[in-house]
């Protein structure tokens, strides 16, 4: 592959059963192209876990997916509140999900955690009251 690929989805923050999907095309696409199934893996994870928190904190977003020859990059971008303290967010088990989330099983406080261990690189910007950009890089 000598160009950039771009794969851009919406995802919906009002409906938790089409939340995934844009991981699920991605795996897909990734598989199409090559790209081996360790790196596929650790992308469909990264990438899922920062949907459902788009849909359980922001009310959906946009993620943006780059492949080059070198890497994977994930960019998911959201208008939702922001993220009050991000180093603490980062801990294990810290969440802000409400109980109704928690009870359907999400909101347990791995999604930043495991974002974060299955990529090689993660920086996160947050405005209180504007949103929250994630970018995540996967070497391949």
Do not use: C, W
């Amino acid at each position: 592959m000598s160009e950039e690929l771009i794969f851009r989805f919406n995802v919906d923050g009002d409906d938790f059963t089409s939340a995934g999907q844009a991981s699920v095309q991605v795996k897909k696409n990734l598989r199409q192209l090559g790209i081996d199934a360790e790196t596929i893996r650790r992308v469909s994870v990264a990438m899922y876990e920062g949907e459902i928190n788009m849909v359980i904190h922001a009310g959906g977003g946009v993620a943006e997916v780059r492949v080059t020859d070198e890497y994977i990059e994930i960019v998911l971008d959201d208008h939702g509140p922001g993220i009050k303290n991000i180093e603490e967010a980062m801990k294990a088990g810290f969440s802000t999900a409400p109980d109704t989330i928690r009870s359907l099983g999400f909101g347990a406080g791995m999604g930043l955690p495991n974002m974060k261990r299955y990529t090689d690189e993660m920086h996160i910007t947050s405005t209180v009251g504007v949103g929250t950009k994630i970018v995540m890089r996967v070497n391949i």
